[in-house]
């Protein structure tokens, strides 16, 4: 109880820090928003005073001391009001979020899932069968596809099977003639418009949990509870599984605790390649267009979600392997 | 080697050896101890054997050649931009030219410049940092690795790609040495933590605790005793950096985010879809950049087969023979 009590102090802890870790960035960084935008405008002719004070007001360029800039974001957080995007104006940053969110969870989310549990298996069997065609096939092509930038692999299915074949529809999640909500129509649309992100996605992601599981049980293999499991008789499959794969799954649980935590930061190159409307691609929206209150926002939401994750494979670690608990 | 004397030592025991003093020898080393280039040499013997590593070393060789060699290889420079647009493959350009006049295979080939350099660089650092943070970190009890365990959240928590994005978008002109910093940055945690769970396992064996009853310092415990061990995961961790750094390096200059006007693969294929070579069908300049960072990535991925066998004798390909 005593360790579930302290990694709790410690998540609010970290959780703090990254939070007060977002409001220092922009601040530790040179120039401002309003900086950037003054330096636009400075292009056709000179800025004066006015000017300036206009655009920061616009921009709501923060005034005050930092301490009291520091308290007001606090609140905003809690009160999870991030103001209103410089590039969608009007649109609050809440909103837009709210309407990437769903694309984003869907789609990496279920991928995420199918890609841990098959590739975890695949693993299992290639470390089992050490050495063997059944070893070589699926960590030699798991690893060449793991080494694939995500981008490009995006690329090339986007090239043959969205251009050249014309399979499936090259950009968007849904096409602007259905309505969005639970009807078949839109819901086929939508399927058919994530094939091609889900698919690099599955590809891209599968060699690492294959490669992460046949190593982890390599090691164990080599320890001497599975030889004594083996010498006495044991069927190979209860040797492969309850003794090897069930100590060595350790790593990979805790890789798949953290996938899960970032599925909330979308596939950002991918959704960037499709332009499919998930949170990736907002945040390379924002990114390229410098909206700094969404850009923020945006990066707040991806580090807590993926801190969460941590505490949980943490706490989840403490109940697997009794001896971290020391 | 200067961070790791200020470790307290796990066991509590009372009994701090004097440097030099002549007890301070372990008694039970192999007096046979064969010279460090035989332990050297034997360790790419036993990566050498191993066939898919062997064919790892070979990809990575080609690389390290072309990019050495580029001036002479190239058949012309990499921003030299007079010949026709947009060029299919032709005798004169095997790979055509882009959209802005420059030969495709020069630009392929001074590309491996800098994917290597980013790669090795960015890899070695964050090795580097990962085994001093991990080892300390799973080596020591109490509020010490309380607080190594709270920076290296903070530093895992962080995910890649949007921290390295954000960063460029607030430093607007971002070079190849930030892009290397800001791998380092977020690479070395992950390692760190996989060598602090192998450490915190291994703390616990017998000839650790040997080695501390025999009272040895616990620098030495933890660098000459435990690190041996983790010799494969170490190297394997190195591979993987420097594979993370080669394909975030290539992303980031994909996403324009680097030196657009720097000729690497990124920034090749950066051009390439900004130029619509999707739609004019120029497959070439789409797949070459793309097909050498896979190929360099996998080679290095490659190698860590043979590694396997370097601490884990009867991992090694063949030995049953």
Redesign the interface.
């Known amino acids: 109880m005593r360790y579930f009590l302290r990694r709790l102090g410690l998540f609010a802890l970290t959780a703090w820090a990254a939070i007060t870790l977002n409001f220092l960035l922009p601040r530790l960084m040179p120039g401002s928003p309003a900086d950037a935008a003054i330096a636009r405008l400075s292009q056709n002719g000179p800025v004066d005073a006015a000017t300036r004070a206009a655009v920061e007001a616009q921009l709501g360029v923060p005034t005050g001391s930092v301490l009291s800039q520091y308290w007001d974001y606090l609140g905003n957080v809690v009160t999870l009001d991030f103001g209103v995007s410089y590039t969608f104006f009007p649109s609050t940053v809440a909103s837009l979020v709210g309407s990437a969110l769903p694309f984003t969870l869907v789609l990496v989310g279920l991928v995420t899932v199918a890609a841990f549990v098959i590739g975890t298996l695949v693993g299992v069997l290639a470390a089992w069968r050490r050495g063997t065609r059944l070893d070589a096939l699926p960590t030699l092509t798991g690893s060449f596809l793991a080494a694939f930038p995500y981008f490009w692999t995006a690329l090339l299915l986007l090239f043959f099977l969205g251009y050249t074949f014309r399979l499936f529809p090259t950009s968007g999640a849904y096409s602007p003639y259905t309505t969005p909500g639970l009807n078949g129509p839109f819901l086929a649309d939508a399927v058919a418009h994530a094939v091609l992100p889900a698919v690099t996605i599955l590809l891209t992601s599968l060699g690492g949990w294959i490669l992460g599981m046949r190593n982890a049980m390599i090691g164990t293999l080599g320890e001497d509870y599975v030889t004594f499991a083996e010498a006495n008789g044991l069927r190979s499959r209860t040797v492969a599984l309850r003794y090897a794969a069930r100590n060595a799954i350790l790593p990979n649980l805790t890789g798949f605790g953290l996938a899960l935590g970032g599925v909330v930061g979308g596939s950002l190159l991918v959704e960037q390649v499709f332009a499919y409307p998930g949170v990736g691609y907002l945040l390379y929206n924002a990114v390229t267009n410098q909206d700094y209150p969404l850009m923020q926002a945006l990066f707040l939401m991806i580090t807590l979600s993926v801190l969460v994750a941590n505490f949980v494979v943490d706490t989840l670690y403490g109940i697997l392997d009794p001896r971290t608990r020391r | 080697m200067t961070t790791p004397t200020t470790l307290p030592d796990p066991g509590g025991s009372e009994s701090e050896h004097p440097a030099g003093a002549p007890d301070a020898a372990p008694p039970d080393l192999p007096t046979a101890a064969p010279p460090r280039w035989r332990v050297v040499t034997r360790g790419a013997g036993t990566v050498w054997a191993n066939r ?1 590593a062997r064919l790892g070393l070979l990809v990575l060789a080609f690389f390290v050649l072309v990019a050495v060699l580029a001036p002479v290889i190239a058949p012309y420079g990499p921003t030299a931009n007079d010949f026709a647009r947009g060029a299919g493959p032709s005798a004169a350009h095997p790979f055509g030219t882009t959209a802005a006049g420059e030969d495709v295979l020069s630009q392929v080939v001074f590309g491996a410049r800098i994917s290597l350099l980013v790669g090795f660089v960015a890899g070695a650092l964050s090795t580097l940092v990962a085994v001093l943070v991990g080892l300390s970190w799973g080596y020591v ?1 109490g509020p010490l690795a ?1 607080v190594v ?2 920076v290296t ?2 530093f ?4 890649g ?3 390295m ?8 002109n971002s070079g190849l040495d930030m892009i290397i910093f800001v791998v380092v940055l977020t690479g070395w945690a992950w390692g760190a ?2 060598l602090r ?1 192998q450490t ?2 291994l703390r ?1 064996r017998d000839f650790v605790t040997a080695a501390q009853f025999s009272g040895e310092r616990s620098w030495r415990v933890v660098f000459r005793e435990i690190l041996p061990n983790m010799t494969s995961i170490i190297a ?1 961790s190195f591979f993987g950096a420097a ?1 993370a750094a080669i ?1 975030a390096e ?2 980031l200059s ?4 680097g030196d657009t006007t720097q000729v690497s693969w990124g920034t090749m ?1 950066f051009w390439a ?1 900004n130029s619509n070579a ?2 004019t ?1 120029q ?1 070439v300049l ?2 070459a ?2 097909l050498c ?6 080679s ?3 190698v860590n ?1 043979g590694v ?1 066998g370097l601490s ?1 004798p ?2 090694r ?1 063949g030995s049953g023979r």
């Open positions: 898919k009890r309380e365990n709270f959240n903070l895992l928590v962080i995910p790609l949007p921290l994005i954000v960063i460029a978008a607030y430093l607007q933590r996989v769970s915190q396992s616990g394997s594979t394909i290539s992303g994909f996403l324009g985010l294929l879809q999707l739609l069908g497959w789409l797949l950049p793309g960072i896979a190929l360099l990535a996998t290095l991925s490659l087969f396997d884990n009867r991992l390909e």
